[in-house]
């Protein structure tokens, strides 16, 4: 086995263990929201968005694009092309608005 393979794949082993750490971490996050009684502050806050075009972003770097109808003790009911959707405010880490142009149309791209 050729000598320049050993440090590919000690970065590949790296990447992983950088990888996996992060998904521990954000799940360790995650309970210690849903014990530590921070979802009354997210559904307080996901109330004030209701009739609003939003961007909901989820724990996983899901980004996911709809009206939100309703906020439950423990969920957002969004509408996204005609179709209801239930996410889990468990897992929800940041919900904005849709952001407009400078005309009030919606902007094509978004980056974050």
Do not use: H, W
């Not at 009206?67 to 940041?94: M, Q, T, W, Y």
């Amino acid at each position: 086995m050729p000598t320049y393979f050993i440090p590919i794949i000690a970065m590949l082993i790296v990447l992983f263990v950088i990888l996996g750490s992060r998904r521990r971490a954000v799940a360790r996050e995650v309970i210690k929201r849903i014990y530590m009684e921070d979802k009354t502050n997210m559904i307080e806050l996901a109330k004030k968005f209701i009739g609003k075009e939003c961007l909901i972003y989820s724990f996983d770097n899901n980004q996911i694009e709809g009206v939100i109808r309703e906020v439950s003790d423990g969920a957002l009911l969004i509408e996204k092309n005609g179709e209801p959707e239930a996410i889990n405010l468990n897992f929800v880490i940041r919900i904005r608005e849709y952001p407009k142009n400078k005309n009030g149309k919606k902007k094509s791209v978004v980056l974050d």
